[in-house]
Nanobody
Framework: QLQLVESGGGLVQPGGSLRLSCAAS????????VGWFRQAPGKERVGVAC????????YYADSVKGRFTNSRDSPKNTVYLQMNSLNAEDTAVYFC??????????????????????????WGQGTQVTVSS
């Protein structure tokens, strides 16, 4: 059974950092692109980052580029999202999701222009990130 489990969320002050983990079981995460999505209260879920399976290239939403960084730990079958310089607008439930191969969607100069949630077949349960003083 394919399963993703997020962890690492919590309460952090503005300007602080968190590292989210997305651990896979039942499949090899290296064979999959992993997307990160977030849903703020009262808002739709949006994609904020994606990392390809093959070349490891990452893409980011304009709102997080330069502050968030994707990485893989193959032996641990885990993908990480390092989040720095957090602000209140980053408060949301964060989800990771996987799709075989490359990140689907439209990307321009490393920026996510469109990322189709429907293409991601495996989803984690989400982890809450709250940025507040």
């Amino acid at each position: 059974q394919l399963q993703l489990v997020e962890s690492g969320g919590g309460l952090v002050q503005p300007g602080g950092s968190l590292r989210l983990s997305c651990a896979a079981s039942g499949f090899t995460l290296d064979d999959y692109a992993v997307g990160w999505f977030r849903q703020a209260p009262g808002k739709e879920r949006v994609g904020v980052a994606c990392i390809n399976s093959s070349d490891g290239r990452s893409y980011y939403a304009d709102s997080v580029k330069g502050r968030f960084t994707n990485s893989r730990d193959s032996p641990k079958n885990t993908v990480y999202l390092q989040m720095n310089s957090l602000n209140a607008e980053d408060t949301a439930v964060y989800f990771c999701a996987a799709v075989p191969g490359r990140c689907p969607g439209i990307y321009v100069s490393g920026i996510i222009n469109y990322i189709p949630e429907s293409r991601f077949g495996s989803w984690g349960q989400g982890t809450q990130v709250t940025v507040s003083s």
